[in-house]
T-cell receptor
Framework: EDQVTQSPEALRLQEGESSSLNCSYTVSGLRGLFWYRQDPGKGPEFLFTLYSAGEEKEKERLKATLTKKESFLHITAPKPEDSATYLCAVRLNTGFQKLVFGTGTRLLVSP | GAVVSQHPSWVICKSGTSVKIECRSLDFQATTMFWYRQFPKQSLMLMATSNEGSKATYEQGVEKDKFLINHASLTLSTLTVTSAHPEDSSFYIC????????????FGSGTRLTVV
């Protein structure tokens, strides 16, 4: 069965305290791993897509990396405005290109 | 960039009534749209995939007669929750896959449904 697991479930950081979020996946066929940010009561906002092991992408204080079994979202010197739920999702190698989402990590950055 | 507009953003309805949620792609055509459901502090669960001009594909365990999906044009998909009950209260989100793009799933802002 295709599974996506994120850890930790929740993370509290002080402003400036760097950390990493983990996304582990077990899928039959991967056609991309996606990272999204979701604020309360809003739809997910696209951050990154990764396709192959070893690939890295960066955007401001965020950096996403991918291995054959997991992905990391590194947050460098976070600010309170980075507080949100971060979701990872994998696109399966099936006809409709649907996404399977992980459980999410709720990040709170305190000033 | 690609924008998906979802309406209404919130709705309250009485038990037994039906509610329609619209999902529109504003600046692109979408042959495929996805409908998700999200409970508090939980992740997005795919309910169904809708394809323009054909029947929707529902995920296992989702009642197709209760959650009616129509994708009549390349820019509009609708989800109708029929005979709503309090357990249908949830956050519903649509997503579209822009035609011709390899990735870049765009999500609507979501609809908070409360059934009283």
């Amino acid at each position: 069965e295709d599974q996506v697991t994120q850890s930790p479930e929740a993370l509290r950081l002080q402003e400036g305290e760097s950390s990493s979020l983990n996304c582990s996946y077990t899928v039959s066929g991967l056609r991309g791993l996606f990272w999204y940010r979701q604020d309360p009561g809003k739809g997910p906002e696209f951050l990154f897509t990764l396709y192959s092991a070893g690939e890295e992408k960066e955007k401001e204080r965020l950096k996403a990396t991918l291995t054959k079994k997991e992905s990391f979202l590194h947050i460098t010197a976070p600010k309170p405005e980075d507080s949100a739920t971060y979701l990872c999702a994998v696109r399966l190698n099936t006809g409709f290109q649907k996404l399977v989402f992980g459980t999410g990590t709720r990040l709170l950055v305190s000033p | 960039g690609a924008v998906v507009s979802q309406h209404p953003s919130w709705v309250i309805c009485k038990s037994g009534t039906s509610v329609k949620i619209e999902c529109r792609s504003l600046d692109f055509q979408a042959t495929t749209m996805f409908w998700y459901r999200q409970f508090p502090k939980q992740s997005l669960m795919l309910m169904a995939t809708s394809n323009e001009g054909s029947k929707a594909t529902y995920e296992q365990g989702v009642e197709k007669d209760k959650f009616l999906i129509n994708h009549a044009s390349l820019t509009l998909s609708t989800l109708t929750v029929t005979s709503a009950h309090p357990e249908d209260s949830s956050f519903y989100i649509c997503s579209a896959l822009p035609l011709g793009e390899g990735d870049g799933y765009t999500f609507g802002s979501g609809t908070r449904l409360t059934v009283v």
